[in-house]
């Protein structure tokens, strides 16, 4: 029988939420870091009308999707590339940048994608200590090596929703060699963006991609829309190990729409960031240990990884999903996604009484 690649077959599959709830329970999904709300009503509109055009494959250059991302973010649309959903470009980056004999660094509670995708391509794993749970630009520096060919920053990060500012982004690539390639990716950067915050102009200098994905704030993770700004010469690389026609047409069309309808995505971001900020109050007050959160998630840490996991079992029996972040190395902690009000609502009030009663 043909036998995978040997870095194929030692590595383990990347673990998606479990998501069956038990026999009569409904399901109370906070465990995917989805939108509170559906996508705004012109998008669903747009997609709607798409679909007629189905029988066409869709743009392979994304052309219209890739003006009006230029137009909103004041940005070059020629070194725009989408991606089927941000995964698809981590992907496509680690190909052409990673593998062996070469190693990608990342923080310690970095988005477990990045390990997955890196071990896809042959590349060597390295990872850098965090301060509280916060990305640490001195270790990350520390822990460069001659085989380093990327940096996987994810900021705010996933699981932490932790952020550093700009300035240390800016610290990070000049500490870095000319032939080091940092990835900032800003799958969350929707919740917490202001002018001092956005990080295009770094692409510029050669050594930067910006990641930003359609999946959270714009509510639209079904529709596998990711996009990022590279520099040119790393756009023309990924381009060759692209998938031909990565995003549906009926998506590129919804993601355009929804770049239309701003006011619904910062209404999205405002409702997420006010309920987050009442659950993280409320699950203080009753004792919970919860990191500082600039995203649609909370990280609850637990004692220890037996307490996390039996939280984990006890809401699950109840059919609430949140989920244990063994993956990215903090095995003691629970992430829940602020998603619909009584979902959170009914999520705290069982962690709540597992807490004053020890039982759910
Ligand atoms: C940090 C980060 N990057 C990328 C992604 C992938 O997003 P997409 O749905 O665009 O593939 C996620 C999804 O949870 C994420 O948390």
């Given at each position: 029988m043909t036998q995978p690649h040997s870095h194929i077959a030692t590595m383990a599959p990347y673990a998606l939420a479990q998501m069956a709830p038990p026999p009569g329970k409904a399901l109370v999904s906070?465990?995917?870091?989805?939108?509170l709300r559906p996508p705004s009503p012109l998008v669903i509109k747009a997609a709607a009308e798409a679909l007629?055009?189905?029988?066409a494959y869709p743009d392979p250059d994304w052309t219209a999707l890739r003006h009006a991302l230029a137009d909103l973010h004041g940005?070059?649309?020629?070194?725009i590339l989408c991606g089927n959903g941000s995964l698809d470009l981590i992907g496509c980056l680690m190909r052409v940048?990673?593998?062996?004999q070469r190693s990608v660094l990342m923080p310690?509670?970095?988005?477990?994608f990045f390990r997955t995708a890196s071990e896809m391509a042959g590349a060597a794993v390295v990872t850098a200590p965090e301060q509280e749970e916060t990305v640490c630009v001195d270790t990350l520096l520390a822990a460069v090596?001659?085989?380093?060919?990327l940096v996987c920053v994810a900021n705010p990060g996933n699981p932490t929703g932790t952020r550093i500012p700009k300035s240390e982004l800016l610290r990070l690539r000049a500490g870095l060699r000319d032939d080091v390639l940092l990835i900032i990716d800003e799958a969350y950067g929707e919740y917490c963006d202001d002018d001092k915050t956005?990080?295009?102009?770094?692409v510029e200098d050669g050594g930067c991609v910006v990641l930003r994905t359609f999946s959270k704030a714009y509510g639209m993770?079904?529709?596998r829309v990711g996009w990022g700004l590279f520099p040119a010469a790393v756009a023309a690389q990924l381009r060759k190990v692209m998938n031909p026609n990565n995003v549906p047409h009926a998506s590129q069309v919804a993601a355009a729409a929804a770049l239309g309808d701003q006011a619904y995505m910062r209404e999205t971001c405002q409702i997420t960031g006010t309920l987050r900020d009442a659950a993280h109050g409320t699950l203080q007050r009753a004792g919970f240990d919860v990191v500082p959160s600039h995203t649609n998630f909370l990280l609850i840490r637990f004692d220890s990884a037996e307490l996390a996991q039996e939280v984990e079992a006890a809401l699950i029996a109840e059919g609430i999903f949140l989920r244990r972040q063994q993956g990215a190395g903090l095995p003691h902690a629970l992430r829940m996604t602020i998603g619909p009000e009584t979902a959170t609502r009914a999520a705290i009030a069982r962690l709540i009484q597992w807490k004053t009663g020890g039982v759910v």
């Open positions: 906070l465990a995917q870091n989805e939108s007629a055009d189905g029988a940005i070059a649309a020629d070194q940048y990673a593998g062996p310690a509670h970095s988005y477990p090596a001659p085989e380093t060919s956005r990080c295009w102009d770094m993770a079904g529709f």
